[in-house]
């Protein structure tokens, strides 16, 4: 894929791995860009990570030789994690988001800095960058490992799960002024891994939408909460209840006035989740678009920023965390009620035969205890500033941490909604309910891969089975 612009850069590139390719006319304006920051540098001014010291050490000037080892020295100091490492999926996107930042402009980097980034992203192989330690201001140890290889340092996951050296894996490489601070600059890693989750968010509410139709189908709740004219003044919760009510089919003649709570509210807590998956992609398309360089190379000067603050992104991601505890708890509250005769009609537990069979009792009571974990997860992940570096990084926004939760919510939710969508198949098997056509597709894809329920067995292997191929 030829790349002439940043914004060429998007979330397909998060996981597809087409070779990319920088245009001529992109380079050469990168080109102009660093020659502008090399003749910047050569008046001697102070420039921050350039010839000075980093934290506390900022007021240490650098000699001339000192500065020639310093960038590459920025990433061998700062690389003080270690295992378990971010997934490559999540690896590939931080090196997504670091080249995107760089194509502004805004680092002055070289464009031989960028073409080692895509030839990076283009072998087919990601940085070994570990999953926790981020606790400064920025990231500048998980980034110290992402971009050690660019430079022969570091580690690499090799194709098979192994952790292999990243020395020989590119072609050699010595950064020049400014290139070591601003590869660990900004919160390039917390905005590509939010990036990706956005994605996955985005897919996982369109399957709960799913799941919740499911199970208000099967056991004939009154459709009246559904009402698309119940949405009045939201057009988001509108939508929502319009493609509940689409999938889940008319009920004429519905099981009680009023069915629990827990399924009657379906719209309003989907509604909620979509909403913070569009603020948090908001979030990041500022993070992209933004000043998070520092020093940045802004109106032929050099500034520095605090754009490696990322409140925005922990923020957004800390509401979707909420959000999708919320969907959780709710989709685990209507488990418990499929399991209830006076709910639904039908067997106790949805066994073949209650007593000398359990049924899903024990599917519920992994739902509650996934949802116990997301709850614990749900603390804002901001709140907790240390003071770093002698006093000179008192606060820190945690950005890392809370992308890093909230990839662990999306999974768990997802957890939470299979166990919901074991118990609607088997339902709808023990109620001989016709399947309303919205949901046809989608049950017949449980069909596929879970075999008809007549005893109790090893239900994980169910839950998995839809995990992997169902949502």
């Not at 934290?55 to 920025?74: F, I, P, Y």
């Not at 050099?302 to 992104?313: K, N, Q």
Request: hydrophobic share 45%; glycine share 10%.
């Amino acid at each position: 894929m030829l790349i002439d612009r940043a914004e060429d850069l998007g979330p397909r590139q998060l996981i597809d791995t087409e070779p990319l390719e920088l245009s001529r006319s992109l380079l050469d304006r990168l080109a102009t860009t660093r020659y502008a920051v090399l003749g910047a540098l050569r008046t001697g001014d102070p420039v921050y990570g350039v010839n000075t010291g980093m934290g506390a050490m900022s007021k240490r000037r650098l000699t001339d030789e000192e500065q020639r080892v310093h960038q590459r020295n920025l990433l061998l100091g700062r690389a003080a994690g270690g295992p378990p490492w971010l997934p490559p999926d999540e690896a590939r996107a931080v090196v997504v988001a670091r080249l995107r930042t760089f194509l502004t402009g805004d680092a002055g980097v070289s464009p031989e800095l960028c073409l080692q980034l895509v030839a990076l992203l283009n072998s087919g192989l990601v940085p070994a960058i570990p999953v926790g330690g981020a606790g400064s201001a920025g990231e500048i140890i998980p980034l110290a490992h992402a971009f050690g290889p660019l430079v022969g340092i570091g580690s690499i996951l090799q194709a098979d799960g192994t952790i292999g050296h990243a020395d020989g894996v590119l072609p050699p490489f010595e950064l020049g002024p400014k290139e070591g601070i601003s590869l660990l600059a900004g919160i390039p890693g917390a905005t590509g891994r939010a990036w990706l989750q956005v994605g996955r968010a985005r897919r996982l509410a369109d399957h709960l939408s799913l799941v919740a139709a499911g199970s208000i189908a099967v056991i004939g709740a009154n459709r009246d909460p559904y009402n698309p004219s119940c949405g009045r003044g939201d057009n988001l919760l509108t939508a929502e209840l319009e493609r509940i009510l689409r999938l889940a089919g008319p009920e004429d003649e519905p099981r009680s006035l009023q069915a629990p709570v827990s399924f009657r509210v379906a719209g309003q807590v989907i509604s909620h989740v979509r909403r913070s998956v569009a603020r948090l992609d908001e979030a990041v398309e500022r993070a992209l678009a933004g000043v998070t360089d520092s020093p940045a190379f802004l109106e032929e000067t050099f500034i520095g920023t605090a754009g490696f603050h990322g409140i925005d992104l922990a923020a957004h991601c800390d509401q979707l965390v909420a959000a999708l505890t919320h969907a959780a708890e709710v989709s685990t509250a209507r488990i418990h009620r499929l399991l209830d005769p006076a709910v639904t009609g039908l067997s106790a537990q949805l066994a073949h035969d209650p007593g000398p069979q359990a049924g899903l009792v024990t599917v519920h009571k992994r739902a509650v205890a996934t949802v116990h974990y997301l709850r614990r997860l749900a603390l804002p992940s901001a709140i907790g500033a240390l003071e770093t570096s002698n006093g000179q990084e008192d606060v820190q926004s945690f950005s890392w941490e809370a992308v890093g939760v909230l990839g662990e919510a999306v999974r768990l939710t997802r957890e939470v909604a299979a166990c919901e969508l074991l118990a609607v198949y088997q339902a709808f098997t023990l109620s001989k309910r016709p399947v309303p056509q919205g949901l046809r597709d989608f049950l017949g894809s449980v069909a596929d891969v879970v075999p008809a329920i007549d005893a109790d067995r090893p239900f994980g292997v169910d839950v998995g089975r839809l995990l992997d191929t169902v949502l």
